[in-house]
């Protein structure tokens, strides 16, 4: 098995909300005094302001069987 790390580009949007939404839920369920569900947790625009934005860096781990 291999593990590479690239920079995300926008294509990888529904892996990164799938991830980024599990993740929140486990917030809500944790801490439901302070997170709450919501309908979108980054939306394709905030997840592509992520990605070309001068001030920060996204990036992919791609674990392949080898």
């Known amino acids: 098995m291999s593990l590479s790390i690239r920079t995300a580009n926008l294509s990888d949007y529904s892996a990164f909300y799938r991830v980024a939404?599990?993740?929140h839920e486990h917030h809500v369920e944790a801490i439901p005094d302070v997170f709450q569900s919501v309908d979108v947790v980054v939306s394709e625009n905030d997840f592509a302001q992520l990605v070309h934005g001068d001030d920060s860096d996204v990036y992919v781990a791609e674990c392949n069987a080898s």
């Open 21 to 23: 939404h599990e993740v």
